[in-house]
């Protein structure tokens, strides 16, 4: 089993999810989510995170955190793994709450924060619980409109200070820039690598870190990869049939693209890719053969 890749330093931003064994349920009640929410405060805490927004679902959650030290497994670790104590306890229940480890998505703060912001409040909207994401108690958004209590961790100021000096001012845009994003496209079209919300200057800037785990082959190599380029980079500019098939052994090779990727990009047989790939193989053999003789 692939484990994924977490990459970890100061100043990161995650977008955390972790799900429910099974898709099974993580909270029942509402007094599941305070114990949650209670957990997460003490963490952000400890840790030193900046939590800039959440929302807990029934199966599920959302977060997204900054790291001012790399430390976000130590901090996962604890938050999903006292809770599920705390849950199996009151269940009285055994075995695996989350499903498999949480996922974290490494973003782009500048160009994409405010984004996941919104998107992350909207959760219950795309999922027909409310109509209104002021209706859903057990997300960020009300707390930054500062129409309930919440944590001194929540950094809601950062989020308003992006749309006006005035606070007033900077809260009714701040609910004007979430409802409009309700039907909107979701930033997930960006992701690269399932690991990157970012610019590809971005991605490079933290390429040193994906290279040096590039063989490590227990995480996925979706992820060990996510710096490479798309196919349709690589196959762009193509005149002829032999620089295309050595573009196709480059991104097999080169690039660990799979036999039936390359073969859905030019509507071929991954058959057809893989004789392709054997016969260019052969043929550097033959002259590397001929080079040392």
Not at 178 to 192: A, F, M, N
Not at 234 to 245: A, G, P, Q, V
Request: aromatic share 12%; glycine share 4%; net charge positive.
């Amino acid at each position: 089993m692939s484990r994924p890749l977490r990459i970890e330093f100061s100043g990161a931003v995650y977008h955390i999810t972790s799900r429910g064994n099974g898709k099974q349920k993580i909270f029942f009640n509402d007094k599941d989510r305070k114990i949650f929410l209670s957990l997460l405060w003490e963490v952000v805490e400890r840790e030193k995170w900046i939590c800039y927004a959440y929302c807990l679902m029934d199966n599920h959650y959302h977060l997204l955190v900054e790291t001012p030290k790399p430390n976000l497994s130590r901090g996962m670790r604890e938050l999903n793994g006292i809770y599920a104590q705390k849950l199996n306890y009151i269940k009285n229940s055994a075995g695996h709450v989350f499903q498999g480890r949480y996922k974290s998505i490494l973003v782009e703060k500048d160009n994409y924060l405010l984004e996941l912001c919104r998107y992350i409040v909207l959760n219950p909207v795309r999922a027909k619980m409310v109509e209104n994401p002021e209706d859903w108690q057990w997300s960020s958004y009300r707390a930054t409109l500062g129409l309930t209590e919440t944590s001194k961790h929540l950094n809601a100021s950062w989020i308003l200070s992006n749309f006006d000096e005035n606070i007033k001012k900077s809260k009714k845009k701040y609910e004007k820039f979430v409802l409009e994003g309700i039907g909107k496209e979701s930033p997930w079209r960006e992701l690269r690598g399932r690991i990157f919300l970012g610019s590809k200057k971005f991605i490079e800037k933290h390429e040193e870190k994906i290279s040096a785990r590039e063989k490590e082959k227990e995480i996925a190599k979706t992820e060990r990869f996510a710096n490479r380029p798309a196919l349709e980079e690589i196959f762009k500019n193509i005149k002829t049939k032999i620089s295309r098939n050595k573009k196709i052994y480059e991104a097999y090779e080169e690039y660990r693209y799979g036999l039936k990727e390359i073969g859905d990009f030019f509507n071929i047989h991954y058959s057809t890719i893989s004789r392709i790939i054997k016969k260019i193989k052969e043929e550097e053999k033959i002259k590397n053969s001929k080079n040392k003789t």
